[in-house]
């Protein structure tokens, strides 16, 4: 089975605070994705990854950037965190872009 | 502007009963419909998955039936179990240069024992 693992389950941070999210999978799918899921607004994608160094804005990339420096694993950075970044992160990947998704199961973040 | 409206939000089922989630399009141009549970603590996984050229798409319990002209496809849940309680997202494809995924906002169905 497809293994997608984020670093951390849960997270707190301060406001101002770089963070960083980590996500590793280990069945080598080319593509990757950061999305964020809160209540009554779904799963909103904020970047995907298509190759190792290739990287395309999804459909809320203000205030994050992501970095795939090898095929396993993708980061997503909050270069300053704001507490209306408080959320669940989850990460996923895939063989095919947009098909099959295997998703990690989430980082809840919280920002005070 | 959400393309893919999902409905209902909640739902209630007793344990046997037949679980139905609906959604609907607005563009033509969605080629793959997947489905995808989500339990509480977990990700997304992927349930099952419909193209445009089949109207129905069976796999155990879980049924797509999907009506082209409508732009509609709905899950149905056959003889529901306490353990089928879970968010369920439909999505959608979008076709051409600017592929997307298109996601519906959820449902949160609870099936009672």
């Known amino acids: 089975d497809v293994k997608v693992t984020q670093s951390s389950r849960y997270l707190v941070k301060r406001t101002g605070e770089k963070v960083f999210l980590e996500c590793v999978q280990d069945?080598?799918?080319?593509?990757m994705f950061w999305y964020r899921q809160d209540p009554g607004l779904g799963l909103r994608l904020i970047y995907f990854s298509y190759d190792v160094k290739m990287k395309e804005k999804g459909d809320i990339p203000e205030g994050y950037s992501v970095s795939r420096e090898k095929k396993e694993r993708f980061s997503l950075i909050l270069e300053s965190a704001s507490t209306n970044q408080t959320s669940m992160y989850l990460c996923a990947s895939s063989l095919q872009l947009w098909e099959k998704l295997f998703f990690g199961s989430g980082t809840q973040l919280s920002v005070l | 502007q959400q393309q893919v409206k999902q409905s209902p939000q909640s739902l209630i089922v007793q344990k046997g009963g037949i679980s139905i989630i609906n959604c609907a399009y607005e563009n033509t141009a969605f080629d793959y419909f997947p489905w995808y549970q989500q339990f509480p603590g977990k990700g997304p996984a992927l349930l099952i998955a419909?193209?445009?050229d089949v109207s129905e798409k069976k796999e155990g319990r879980f049924t797509i039936s999907f009506n082209k002209s409508a732009k509609q496809f709905s899950l149905h849940i056959m003889d529901s179990q306490p353990g089928d309680s879970a968010t369920y997202f439909c999505?959608?494809?979008?076709?051409?240069?600017?592929?997307?995924?298109?996601w519906g906002l959820g449902t949160s169905l609870a099936v009672n024992p």
């Open positions: 069945m080598d799918h080319e593509n």
């Open positions: 419909i193209r445009p």
């Open positions: 999505a959608a494809l979008r076709g051409g240069n600017n592929r997307k995924l298109i």
